[in-house]
């Protein structure tokens, strides 16, 4: 059974950082981050999405930074510069062929 932990999240001040951490329990060549805000849809934030191919959202371009260990089990968000608006609930994503895996959660607050 696939298991996804994700660690890192906390409540930060506008203009601060946070690191979030995602483990599997098997690697995966498609691992990513998602983010949920409150009466909002879950949203792609990053992603490595196969091969050298890196998405990020256009909200978080130059301020996030997604990296991965070279087993590719730990997907790792360094998150710079946060606004309130990045607040939500980070999840980790894992896809293998079909098969969609994600993790349970981790709630990033950003206010003064």
């Known amino acids: 059974q696939v298991q996804l932990v994700e660690s890192g999240g906390g409540l930060v001040q506008p203009g601060g950082s946070l690191r979030l951490s995602c483990a599997a329990s098997?690697?995966?060549?498609?691992m990513g981050w998602y983010r949920q805000a409150p009466g909002k849809e879950r949203e792609l934030v990053a992603m490595?999405?196969?091969?050298?191919?890196?998405r990020y959202a256009d909200s978080v371009k130059g301020r996030f930074t997604i990296s991965r260990d070279k087993a590719q089990t730990t997907v790792s968000l360094q998150m710079n510069s946060l606004k309130p608006e990045d607040t939500a609930v980070y999840y980790c994503?894992?896809?293998?062929?079909?098969?969609?895996?994600w993790g349970q959660g981790t709630q990033v607050t950003v206010s003064s």
């Open positions: 490595f999405a196969g091969g050298n191919n890196i």
């Open positions: 994503k894992a896809i293998s062929g079909p098969l969609n895996y």
């Open positions: 098997r690697s995966f060549n498609v």
